[in-house]
């Protein structure tokens, strides 16, 4: 017979830390499949990762860093231990089963995914969603059920995103040694540096993971037994050194209010929707600023690396990556190198690409990512389970919480921005809200609606928009989520600074 909770929550990372505090009243069952909070900080970080924005910008509203006025960006150690410290302060660990992995859920209520009515309470009284959990100390699985579940299994980490290769072309003709970034994460730093160390490391990806990954092994290969790290790059991505484009902070250029104003957002109305089309050039020109900044800045037409893409679809998409220092320096030196291709494939020495050239390597180490919806398609049941990844490639998520169409479950993590901690923060004080029936929902199809007129900007913003980032309409996805709780949505101290001061979360503290 299944144990009954309330709320259970699936994963212990940020986001579950955040559902977690948020609804604590409710005393929450929270499943975390290791023996750490932290998720990616914890599990797919590498020793060099560190946070890419300043402490400020990372942080929940009721708990600052310590030294939240240090420049110096976290390394993956210091923000692990943030958000422990955080646990502890708000006695969070009680709540945490670890080593409790979900393995299935059942949906046990009475709603159909095709209602387009009224969604419902979240609490209604009774079992809804039955969640197997198996632990490392069992054998055997446990069954739970509960009223409302919140998903904070993360996009990033546990299940890695493998390339197709043509047959008989695969890693199991290679001779050397073939990774993913995952498994590197599990690796210590003696056995990380020895893996690269004296050997043909080719990593593939421009993501942040691959740039950091070419880094750690260029740094491995100092000296004259060194030997050149070469990346395989099929997408170029911009990358920018620090927050500063041409003396100005970068934040003046998307991430306030009035830099905002340029970018299309929902619900504008007709003459806001053609006010926001006629300053499309002024968008095309901010982007054409940091673009001519980073190319002066770095050696990217050098290396054949200056996206064809404007800057903008990258930050559009999440996509933007901080360079970690001497990254260029070791490419000067000739300790990492780069080959585009758009496709490749393994021989017996190495790698192969379409235009007949080999690359001889001992090391291949797949920077290709993650694969967030097969862990949640891997759990989700039907009829459910399909509207994980509808055919537009985006799910449905109102408040980049609530697919309208999946009853009493909330997903927490999955619409990106700039600071995924700060909107993770304020969507579970929304979900918190919405949980206690502060407010209403709005019906099914009109929630539906709305995820539409937010996909279908993405769409018109960024190429990449699969990536379902909110970035350049970050502020006004915060304002209606504030209104729907009936807070003020402007939360600056005055005008000036309402305008020109970047949002961050502790611009959202509670309202009393």
């Known amino acids: 017979m299944a144990v009954f909770s309330k709320i259970g929550i699936i994963g212990g990372g940020i986001s579950g830390l955040a559902a977690a505090k948020q609804l604590s009243n409710h005393d929450p069952v929270v499943f975390e499949a290791t023996d750490s909070l932290g998720g990616v900080w914890k599990h797919s970080s590498f020793k060099s990762t560190k946070l890419q924005t300043p402490r400020c910008d990372y942080e929940f509203s009721d708990y600052p860093w310590p030294e939240r006025d240090n420049s110096s960006f976290p390394t993956s150690k210091e923000v692990l231990e943030y958000l422990y410290d955080y646990a502890r302060e708000f006695e969070l660990l009680r709540l945490v089963r670890f080593n409790s992995k979900v ?46 579940l919140v998903v904070c299994t993360g996009k990033y980490g546990d299940v890695p995103k493998i390339p197709e290769f043509p047959h008989n072309k695969g890693p199991e003709i290679f001779k050397g040694q073939v990774l993913h970034t995952l498994d590197y994460c599990k690796l210590n730093e003696e056995a990380s540096t020895q893996l690269f160390r004296g050997k043909k490391v080719v990593v593939v990806g421009y993501k942040k993971s691959a740039i950091d990954l070419a880094l750690e092994c260029a740094q491995a290969n100092q000296g004259p037994e060194g030997q050149t790290c070469t990346m395989v790059v099929r997408t170029l991505h911009w990358t920018v050194p620090h927050y500063w484009v041409w003396g100005l902070p970068f934040y003046l250029f998307y991430s306030t209010r009035s830099s905002q104003f340029l970018h299309e957002r929902p619900n504008l109305g007709l003459w806001r929707t053609a006010l926001s089309n006629l300053l499309s050039p002024a968008r095309k020109a901010v982007s054409k600023i940091i673009e001519s900044y980073l190319v002066w800045k770095l ?76 862990k949640l398609k891997d759990i989700i049941p039907e009829p459910f389970r399909s509207l994980i990844e509808p055919p537009s ?38 979900l918190a809200r919405l949980v206690d029936d502060e407010f209403k929902l709005p019906t099914v199809e009109r929630m539906l609606q709305q995820t539409n007129k937010e996909m279908e900007i993405m769409k018109r913003t960024t190429r990449f928009y699969e990536r379902s980032c909110i970035s350049t309409f970050s502020i006004n996805h915060s304002d209606e989520i504030c209104e729907e709780m009936g807070w003020t949505s402007w939360r600056k101290r005055n005008w000036l600074a309402e305008a020109f001061s970047p949002y961050n979360s502790q611009d959202y503290e509670e309202e009393k």
């Open 103 to 148: 393995v299935e859920i059942r949906f046990v209520g009475d709603r159909q995914a095709t209602d387009l009515g009224d969604y419902g309470t979240l609490l209604p009284g009774k079992p809804v969603w039955e969640v197997a959990v198996c632990t490392d100390q069992l054998d055997t699985v446990e069954w739970y059920a509960f009223e409302f």
């Open 299 to 374: 050696p990217l037409d050098k290396y054949g690396l200056k996206p064809d893409h404007p800057f903008e679809e990258d930050y559009a998409s999440c996509q933007m990556a901080i360079l970690p220092e001497n990254f260029f320096t070791e490419a000067d030196k000739g300790n990492i190198a780069f080959k585009r291709a758009s496709k490749w494939w393994f021989c017996e020495e190495g790698v192969e690409f379409e235009d007949k050239t080999k690359l001889k390597a001992d090391v291949v180490v797949l920077a290709t990512g993650y694969d967030g919806k097969k």
């Open 393 to 430: 490639g985006m799910m449905h998520l109102y408040r980049g919480t609530i697919n309208p169409l999946i009853p009493n479950m909330a997903f927490v993590g999955y619409i990106e921005s700039v600071s995924n901690l700060h909107t993770a923060e304020l969507r579970c004080k929304w």
